[in-house]
Each structure stands twice: as C-alpha cells, then as structure tokens.
C-alpha cells in the first residue's frame, strides 16, 4: 500500500504559475511510474502528465504540452508537476497516482491516489 499527498495547490491568476508536488509514503517509489490527474467540477478525471520510473520518459495530455512539467526526485522521494501560463480551464482538482505495473495515461492503470489539491485560475 501507497499513501501519496499533494500540496501546492491555490489561487493564481490566468498567466500564472504554480509548483505541485506529491510525496509517497514509502522508500519503493522508484517501483512505481507515476501521474497526474485532474477533475473539474461535472466532468470526468483526466490524464495530465506521466512519468517513467526512472524519469527518463514523460508523456502529457494534448491541453498542457509546452506549459506544464513533469519531474520527479527519486532520491528525495518527490514528484512535481511545473504550471506556467495557467488558464482558467485548468481550474481543477489535481491528483497524484500511482502505478505499479507499466507506463500509461489510462486511469485503470493506476493503482494509488492522492486525496487531490486544489488549483484555481482566475481569469
């Protein structure tokens, strides 16, 4: 079992940026490739970013390629996600998962979640 927690979510305005990051509850994090979620009010969750575990390889939903990074610390045991040139339609929940077994941005791949952070952009 995996515990992950998000932190960095807030308010920014449109054109802003914001740094998250979600830290595992265990030292086996390089087991695992890990992801980023979201889900805005009255829509489904959805694919963000991924990241292979060693890092080497990412890949990232079509709506935040060349604004948004993905990065991990396998020595700190961290995972970041970078926002620059935030817009208001990324107002949404933002989770951090878990995947132990392949490289994926199916959400049926990931076996652990974050309870999710709060990212707002007001326009």
């Known amino acids: 079992q995996v515990q992950l927690v998000e932190s960095g979510g807030g308010l920014v305005q449109a054109g802003g940026s914001l740094r998250l990051a979600c830290t595992p509850s265990?030292?086996?994090?390089?087991?695992?490739?890990m992801g980023w979620f979201r889900q805005a009010p009255g829509n489904d969750r959805e694919f963000v970013a991924a990241?292979?575990?060693?890092?080497?390889?990412?890949e990232y939903a079509d709506s935040v390629k060349g604004r948004f990074t993905i990065s991990r610390d396998n020595v700190q045991n961290a995972m970041y996600l970078q926002m620059n040139s935030l817009k208001p339609e990324d107002t949404a929940v933002y989770f951090c998962?878990?995947?132990?077994?392949?490289?994926?941005?199916?959400?049926?791949?990931?076996?652990?979640w974050g309870q999710g952070t709060q990212v707002t952009v007001s326009s």
């Open positions: 265990r030292r086996t994090f390089t087991r695992y490739t």
């Open positions: 990241i292979s575990k060693s890092g080497e390889r990412t």
């Open positions: 998962a878990a995947d132990q077994v392949g490289f994926t941005s199916a959400i049926q791949g990931y076996d652990y």
